[in-house]
């Protein structure tokens, strides 16, 4: 027995409106960090190892011992991110864990609240339900790495990059001294948008000030050592270049083997030509992103829009970093969420090519992942066929993700799902106390519309 269309069509009015309303995507936000939040403390495979075990050991080691990773010695991160590991102990260091989680949905909150528009932009509730579905499936790695600061971090600032570049870049330069992958979106909005000369000034003013900080505090040259520690560094099994000497190892090749690291506290990979692919990989890193950007300065040059060209841009650089990188650390791919919902965005407020292609990619990329990381990473380790299987196919959408969005710069001059050239409407930012879709330019002092309200004056 069928429903009568009409009540049929009243039933998806109702789930509509119901799934549109700020209570539910909030409530939804809430139950996601909740049963992500379970998963860290609770789950198979140590996902919150990092976290309890290893970011507490060096906050116990500074105060305990007065000495500190990235001042006293070299490190693996840029300086900043001491700040979020210090605050997680705030409450003692049996609350280490539970801190960093709280601090982690706040930060999270903060993030999905611009996203939302605070609940006054229904346009992108759309958005919002993907990352919280991109969330969920990346499963508690989400939440459980330093990483996990700099995405909420990032998303805010590429937000507010339209309409407050200034505030976009002391965001994004602050996220870039906690974990370096934030560079790409800064880069592409360097590239993309005119007010390029006020990020990169504002970007160089904040680094300067960090940098005048850390060796205030007498770090000396270590402040810039996570550039070295990251270079310096081997194959990790989860890194696409890796997939190839995971097979031989699965294949019994003579050479080929896993392995762990004791000085890094992580796994690696090795067989036949695995020094030739670790001296390649960091320059080929290299020249992946310069030739993204070249591409990106030619589409700026041939008059592609702001909406067009900023997130594929956005999205091809942070893909290259992944994709090309010899690290490949599960919580990477945690990224992605930064420039996808930035396309999202931009293609909800009328502007940019549809990321319906990107939003499904990451959401499959991001299930693979937790289906290999906590759960069965023993398994990989232990180059079980079907894990590795499950790993080269995700690998293999890294770069059918990089394929996508590198065309999308190339075609972003055709001005392709774009309704004008409009450099400060294309992405409407909402502060928590501000009016529906109200945008000040920075500095100007003057109220702008969104731009549909723009074209309807």
Do not use: C
């Not at 310069?290 to 592609?304: D, E, K, N, Y």
């Not at 650089?317 to 992944?322: G, R």
């Amino acid at each position: 027995m069928t429903l009568p269309a009409a009540t049929a069509a009243q039933i998806r009015r109702t789930v509509v409106s119901v799934a549109l309303s700020p209570i539910t995507v909030w409530a939804a936000f809430v139950i996601a960090h909740l049963w992500l939040g379970l998963l860290n403390l609770y789950a198979p495979g140590l996902p919150f190892g990092d976290v309890t075990l290893v970011y507490r050991f060096w906050m116990d080691q500074g105060f305990g011992l007065h000495f500190w990773v990235g001042i006293d010695s070299v490190w693996v991160y840029p300086i900043v991110a001491l700040v979020p590991m210090l605050l997680a102990g705030s409450f003692g260091a049996d609350q280490y864990g539970s801190t960093w989680l709280s601090m982690v949905m706040v930060l999270n909150a903060v993030a999905f609240g611009f996203i939302t528009g605070w609940g006054r932009s229904r346009e992108r509730v759309t958005t919002a339900w993907w990352w919280i579905g991109f969330l969920v499936l990346l499963g508690p790695i989400a939440l459980g790495r330093i990483d996990s600061v700099s995405v909420p971090l990032a998303m805010v600032g590429v937000i507010l990059v339209a309409s407050r570049p200034r505030a976009a870049a002391i965001v994004l330069t602050i996220a870039t001294w906690i974990k370096v992958w934030p560079v790409a979106i800064l880069l592409a909005a360097a590239i993309s948008l005119r007010a390029r000369w006020r990020i990169v000034t504002t970007g160089a003013i904040v680094t300067a000030a960090i940098i005048a900080v850390a060796l205030g505090l007498g770090s000396g040259d270590n402040v810039l050592s996570f550039i070295g520690q990251q270079t310096g560094r081997g194959l990790q099994p989860e890194s696409p270049i890796a997939t190839f000497f995971m097979w031989q190892a699965v294949a019994g090749v003579p050479g080929a083997f896993v392995y762990y690291n004791q000085a890094i506290l992580s796994y690696g990979v090795g067989g036949p030509g695995d020094t030739i692919a670790i001296a390649v990989m960091t320059p080929l890193l290299a020249l992946a992103v310069i030739v993204i950007a070249l591409l990106g300065v030619r589409a700026m040059r041939a008059g592609a829009a702001p909406g067009a060209l900023f997130p594929p841009l956005a999205l091809a650089l942070t893909t290259a970093l992944i994709a090309f990188n010899k690290v490949g650390s599960p919580q990477f791919i945690a990224w992605l969420a930064v420039p996808i919902v930035l396309g999202i965005a931009t293609r909800a407020a009328g502007h940019g090519r549809s990321f319906r292609v990107p939003a499904i990619l990451g959401l499959v990329m991001a299930a693979l992942t937790q289906l290999i990381y906590p759960y069965l990473y023993a398994w990989l380790i232990y180059l079980n066929p079907l894990l590795v299987a499950a790993l080269t196919a995700r690998n293999i959408l890294e770069f059918v993700l990089l394929g996508w969005a590198i065309v999308a710069v190339v075609r972003a001059p055709l001005g392709i799902g774009d309704v004008d050239n409009d450099e400060e409407h294309w992405l409407p930012s909402v502060w928590p106390l501000g009016a529906h879709h109200d945008i000040v330019e920075e500095g100007a002092g003057e109220s702008h519309s969104a731009p549909k309200q723009a074209k309807e004056s």
